[in-house]
């Protein structure tokens, strides 16, 4: 590799890679939504880092920041645009406070791993760089829905579906 490239790749930052990511491909306005969220907040919380300078530590503190994060609800006044470190210590001190959901941190960690993955697969990184967001997820929350019942006990949808008349 020429020494420029090696300088190019080594300083690609996480928000070029997504301009790359973006380009790279057509993309559901939905999913550019939510991975330029979760690059954004990560972004607010450690800088706009050269892919290949994110480690396993940073991961962790996004994790661990997006756990204090209050949901959408609680979100008035300062909160509606604070950033994710102000968010973070609100939710620190409202430990009560009702947080994001399981599923959402997820999201949030798999759209900057997603980026950062496709860097590393267009060699925007080098070879050695090891994933941070591997194994970063947290369980899923469970829903509050009630169970779909195939038997009919709850309300028979299958029944009503094949009694319909076409």
């Given at each position: ?57 940073h991961a962790r503190q996004f994790q661990e920041a997006l756990r204090n994060v ?97």
């Amino acid at each position: 590799m020429a020494p420029a490239l090696v300088m190019t790749v080594a300083a690609e930052t996480l928000r070029a890679a997504l301009d790359g990511w973006k380009r790279d491909r057509s993309r559901s306005p939905r999913t550019l939504t939510e991975y330029e969220h979760a690059i954004k907040r990560f972004v607010e919380l450690h800088g706009d880092l050269p892919v290949a300078q994110i480690r396993k530590s940073h991961a962790r503190q996004f994790q661990e920041a997006l756990r204090n994060v209050p949901i959408k609800s609680l979100r008035s006044g300062k909160l509606v645009n604070a950033s994710l470190p102000e968010l973070a210590q609100w939710g620190q001190e409202h430990p009560d406070a009702q947080k994001i959901r399981g599923s959402t941190l997820n999201k949030l960690i798999g759209g900057v791993q997603s980026v950062c993955r496709w860097a590393r697969k267009k060699g925007l990184v080098p070879d050695d760089w090891a994933d941070p967001f591997a194994d970063m997820r947290v369980g899923e929350d469970e829903s509050d829905r009630a169970p779909f019942d195939t038997q009919g006990t709850t309300g028979d949808l299958w029944g009503a579906l094949s009694s319909a008349t076409v």
